[in-house]
C-alpha cells in the first residue's frame, strides 16, 4: 500500500533517550525543560523573536484570532484545509471568501480588495502546499485599509521568501507539526509573531490566562505541548534538511514523467526557497482525476484530494461561487510523496496515471 504520506520517525533509540530524561524528572507538561529547548531552536531555525508550541495547528489559529481582539469579518480564502475556515467560524467571525489566483492557489489580492468594506478587520490567508502568498500586495492592502494579516502557514516549514522564513510575515503566522507534515511532534503546532503585545498575549492565552498560580491575565485556553511531544520534535529536527532534500530528488522525478501528459503544476512564487511539503497536480478535468485515481486505488495507492471541496460549500457558511476555487479544487490530486517512496514506485504512480488519461 502507498499512501499519500508517511510520518517520519527517527531512530528508537534516539527518542528512548530523551524519554528516559522525562522519566527521570517526572516534568511531563506545563512549559518543561524539552519544550523550551524546542522553542529555542525553532526561533533560531525561522529567525523569529517568539514562537509558542500549541498542542496542534487548529488551536494555534484559534489563539493566534483570539489574541488579535478583534470582531467582525475576515476575509480568508476557499482553497486551504477546513480548519482555516472552521477557526473562523468556531471562534465567532464571519468568514468572507476571496477567490484564489489559478497559478499560485493562493489568495488573489485583487479580489481580496473587493471584498473590503467597514465590517471587515483582518484577512486570514493560506500559504497554500507552502507557497508564499504575495505578502507584499496583502500588507498594502492591511496598511490601506487597517487591517490585521494572519497568516496559515500549516504547511510552510522550512520555506523562505525573499531570504526570509515564511513565518515572518504577517501580524501572527501558525504553523501546524502534525504527523503528515514535513517536521513533526506527532501533533502539534506553533505560533509565531514578531510583535511583542500579542506575543505576551499568546503566552497566557495558551495557558489558560495564568499569571502565576492565582491570578490571571485574562481569559486562556489549554494550548499547551507536552514533552514527549517536544521529543520527538527535537529528534526530528535536525534530520530536516535530508528529508526536504528527498522529497525535492522524487518531485524532479515526477516533473519529468507525467507534466508532458495534460498535468499541470502550482507555480512556485519566484525567489521561493520551496519545502517540497506535496506534490499537487491539476488534471485536465475531473472526469480524468476521477479516472486516475480509480485506477490507483485498484492498484493499492492512495493519493489525495486536498483541498476538496472548496471550502465555500460548506454547510456552516453562506454559499458564494469561486469559480477558480471550485475549479482548482475539482480537478487537484497530491501524489504520493515522503522520505522513502523508492523512484520505481513513483515511476509506477507515473505509469498509472499516464495509462488512465491517454
Known amino acids: 500500500m502507498i499512501n499519500v504520506t508517511k510520518t517520519f520517525l527517527p531512530p528508537l533509540e534516539k527518542y528512548i533517550e530523551y524519554l528516559d530524561e522525562i522519566w527521570k524528572t517526572n516534568h511531563i507538561t506545563n512549559h518543561g525543560k524539552f519544550v523550551l529547548q524546542l522553542e529555542k531552536e525553532l526561533k533560531y531555525y ?12 487548529t488551536i494555534a489559529l484559534q ?13 480568508t480564502t476557499p482553497f486551504s484545509y477546513v480548519a482555516t475556515t472552521s477557526s473562523l467560524v468556531w471562534e465567532g467571525f464571519e468568514p468572507v471568501f476571496a477567490d484564489v489566483d489559478e497559478n499560485s492557489f493562493c489568495l488573489d489580492p485583487d479580489k481580496i480588495e473587493e471584498q473590503i468594506t467597514p465590517e ?27 487591517l490585521k494579516v494572519l497568516y ?23 504553523i501546524s507539526f502534525h504527523a503528515t507534515k514535513l517536521f513533526h511532534t ?18 497566557y492565552m495558551r495557558n489558560f490566562g495564568h499569571n502565576g498560580p492565582e491570578h490571571f491575565w485574562g481569559i486562556g485556553i489549554n494550548g499547551k505541548s507536552s514533552e514527549l511531544h517536544a521529543a520527538l520534535g527535537l529528534c526530528i529536527l535536525p534530520e530536516v ?56 486505488n485498484a492498484n493499492q495507492i492512495f493519493p489525495r484530494r486536498y483541498f476538496f471541496p472548496s471550502l465555500n460549500n460548506l454547510n456552516y457558511v453562506v454559499y458564494k ?16 510523496l515522503y522520505h522513502d517512496l523508492t523512484e520505481q514506485e513513483v515511476g509506477q504512480i507515473s505509469g498509472i496515471i499516464k495509462n488512465s488519461i491517454q
Open 120 to 146: 471587515v478587520k483582518a484577512i486570514l490567508a493560506t500559504h497554500v502546499y507552502g507557497n508564499p502568498c504575495d505578502v507584499e500586495a496583502i500588507a498594502g492592502i492591511a496598511g490601506k485599509y487597517n
Open 152 to 174: 496559515d502557514a500549516a504547511h510552510a516549514f522550512g520555506v523562505r521568501y525573499k531570504g526570509n522564513s515564511l513565518l515572518s510575515y504577517g501580524d501572527i503566522a501558525t
Open 241 to 296: 534538511n535530508n528529508l526536504i532534500k528527498r522529497r525535492k530528488e522524487l518531485s524532479a522525478l515526477y516533473d519529468q514523467l507525467i507534466l508532458t501528459h495534460g498535468l499541470q503544476k502550482q507555480v512556485i512564487r519566484e525567489e521561493t526557497t520551496y519545502n517540497y511539503s506535496y506534490y499537487p497536480v491539476l488534471f485536465p478535468s475531473e472526469s480524468e482525476l476521477l479516472s486516475a485515481l480509480s485506477s490507483l
Open 63 to 75: 489563539i493566534a484570532l483570539k489574541a488579535l481582539q478583534i470582531k467582525g469579518k475576515i476575509i
Open 321 to 336: 461561487i469561486m469559480p477558480i476555487s471550485e475549479d482548482i479544487a475539482s480537478r487537484v490530486l497530491c501524489l504520493p
Open 46 to 57: 525561522f529567525n523569529v523573536k517568539h514562537l509558542f508550541l500549541v498542542n496542534n495547528g
Open 186 to 203: 506527532a501533533e502539534g503546532g506553533a505560533i509565531i509573531t514578531n510583535n511583542d503585545e500579542l506575543a505576551h498575549k499568546i503566552s
